[in-house]
């Protein structure tokens, strides 16, 4: 599965890709009961040697909630892969009712997708209209965004589904112009709290912090929307201006490491 080049495989490694860093072992663990019509029905079905379509709606749902739960863990920290993925399922019975569980461990990490995409490319003599269209399109709204730092409304739907880290220094750049402006709805702002947050952790957070300075108030506040808690960051800030950094202790993150907490 491949979405906004985020692969989730349930190999040990990417065809035509690097795995530049192992950042961690991620866990999911989802349970989910059957109610007694659920389990009448089952047995009805596998009465008369059918398929339980009750019960394979209810193994669709934990998968696709384990799934997501794997990859929202994986994002948090900064990972644009997770291989080796591989699920368990049970079934847990008792006192005349029934749960499933699944259970799910595998690994995030950073991968290069430059030299898949370079290969996929001169692999294909043909590319479809849609997919023409699109690279268009975003190379538009790249330009035009770049050029004048203006968000559109009519750019923002294409570029939640297809972040882009091209425009990353013109979007903090219009966030810090406009935070304390009148000039725009702040429809404009809650869009870059959360299109921010779809880009890599790993180059957004040093990014965002490397403006601190520029505008504390502005960027304090973009921090914390988007969870950019750093410690290494928030260190070197300490260096430079202790008390410029104070403001940030309290921000927060999705999922904390263990150095964090150190």
């Avoid at 050029?147 to 739907?157: A, C, G, L, Q």
């Avoid at 880009?199 to 912090?209: A, D, M």
């Avoid at 973009?222 to 300490?238: Q, R, T, V, W």
Wanted: hydrophobic fraction near 35%; proline fraction near 2%.
């Amino acid at each position: 599965m491949m979405k906004n080049n985020f692969i989730i495989t349930v190999t040990n490694n990417i065809e035509s890709c690097t795995i530049e860093r192992y950042i961690s072992t991620i866990c999911s663990n989802i349970v989910i009961g059957t109610n007694i019509f659920s389990d009448i029905s089952a047995s009805i079905t596998d009465f008369f040697g059918g398929m339980s379509a009750t019960y394979k709606k209810k193994l669709e749902l934990i998968y696709n909630s384990a799934k997501k739960e794997l990859y929202e863990k994986a994002q948090s920290l900064g990972a644009n892969a997770i291989i080796g993925f591989k699920m368990d399922f049970d079934e847990i019975s008792g006192k005349s009712k029934s749960m499933f569980m699944v259970s799910v461990s595998r690994t995030a990490c950073y991968v290069n997708y430059k030299d898949k995409i370079m290969n996929v490319k001169a692999e294909n003599a043909t590319v479809s209209k849609e997919t023409l269209y699109k690279e268009m399109k975003k190379r538009a709204i790249i330009s035009e965004i770049n050029k004048n730092s203006e968000i559109r409304s009519s750019f923002k739907d294409f570029l939640l589904e297809n972040p882009q880290v091209e425009i990353l220094d013109s979007i903090i750049n219009y966030y810090i112009r406009n935070y304390i402006s009148n000039e725009i709805e702040n429809s404009t702002l809650e869009f870059i709290e959360k299109y921010i947050p779809l880009l890599p952790k790993e180059i957004v957070t040093s990014k965002v912090y490397g403006y601190y300075e520029e505008n504390k108030n502005a960027i304090k506040n973009l921090i914390k929307k988007c969870n950019l808690f750093s410690p290494d960051e928030i260190y070197k800030l300490c260096k430079d201006n202790y008390h410029l950094a104070l403001d940030l202790f309290t921000t927060d993150k999705e999922l904390y490491l263990m150095e964090d907490i150190i």
